[in-house]
Nanobody
Framework: QVQLVETGGGLVQAWGSLRLSCVAS????????MGWFRQVPGQEREFVAA???????TYAPSVRGRFTGSRYNAKNIMYLQMDSLKPEDTAVYYC?????????????????WGQGTQVTVSS
């Protein structure tokens, strides 16, 4: 199993930026697609971005053009650069490893999750 640890969350004003990191250990990071999800209390965990092994990224419509994903397989790390943040981006952000080699945008296809990092955007 792979262990995932997210860092980089915090409090930021609207239109500000944050960069989240996800470090993997104990498993095969570079073999599978990786994803970012977020969750607000009382709501379903929602898809944010999914990165292919090569780094190509699929984004949710709500973040496309503002968020940028990247991964460095040799270093077992991936990032989510979040720009032009909005209050509605406030959530706990999770990184996850897919259990399929295909890029997936639903949480059911991910079987390894980090503990999450809180992002709060003030208006």
């Amino acid at each position: 199993q792979v262990q995932l640890v997210e860092t980089g969350g915090g409090l930021v004003q609207a239109w500000g930026s944050l960069r989240l990191s996800c470090v993997a250990s104990g498993g095969t990071f570079g073999v599978y697609p990786m994803g970012w999800f977020r969750q607000v209390p009382g709501q379903e965990r929602e898809f944010v971005a999914a990165m292919q092994r090569s780094g190509g990224t699929t984004y949710a419509p709500s973040v496309r053009g503002r968020f940028t994903g990247s991964r460095y397989n040799a270093k077992n790390i991936m990032y989510l650069q979040m720009d032009s943040l909005k209050p509605e981006d406030t959530a706990v952000y999770y990184c996850a490893r897919s259990r399929t080699t295909a890029v997936a945008t639903t949480k059911q296809w991910y079987d390894q999750w980090g503990q999450g990092t809180q992002v709060t955007v003030s208006s």
